[in-house]
């Protein structure tokens, strides 16, 4: 799958790069896989869930992900999602990514991260630009178009 995957995504606009991460239902058979087998199904407070991080690129393209549990903070692959992305001008993420971890690994990667502060955070943020972030609805169309797809939208896989 994940090799279809990159041979149909095209060329790569990285002059902005958008990430987000989208919760994926899993049905009731898909869980019960082997032991040590890796299914990235989590049990949160709405059941078996898995989450699709993905990141997108200026056109709303996608350029990579990773499926985690659901119980998986976007925080917690946003380095590996930068890593894999590679080089960008701008990476523009929601308040989940907000973390000093997460800018200067942008940073060090060569894009100026655009992401909103917390609301009880105290630190300025001088690179964050209003206008980028609301084109952050670009990551959310492409949700909602991988959405239209029955497999996507519900996990019925085990693995």
């Keep these: 799958m ?15 790069v ?5 919760y994926i239902r899993a049905h009731q058979h898909a869980s019960g896989a082997r032991h040590g087998q890796e299914r990235a199904i989590g049990i949160s407070r709405g059941g078996a869930t898995s ?8 056109h709303g393209n ?3 992900f990773e499926v985690t549990g659901g119980e998986v903070h976007d925080s917690q692959v ?4 930068i890593d894999k992305v590679g080089r960008a001008e701008h990476f523009i993420a929601d308040k989940a990514y907000d ?20 609301s009880n955070s105290k630190k300025p943020n001088p690179e964050f630009d209003k206008h980028l972030y609301k084109l952050r609805h670009l990551v959310e169309n492409l949700f ?16």
């Design 99 to 118: 973390s000093d971890a997460i800018r200067e690994h942008a940073k060090q990667t060569g894009m100026n991260p655009v992401i909103p502060r917390k």
């Design 78 to 81: 946003a380095i590996q999602l």
């Design 2 to 16: 994940a090799e279809f995957f990159f041979d149909v995504r095209g060329e790569i606009d990285s002059e902005w």
């Design 18 to 22: 958008f990430t987000d991460g989208s």
């Design 144 to 159: 909602a178009r991988l959405k239209h797809f029955r497999s996507i939208a519900t996990q019925f896989e085990k693995l």
């Design 51 to 58: 989450k699709l991080h993905i990141t997108a690129d200026a």
């Design 62 to 64: 996608p350029i990579d």
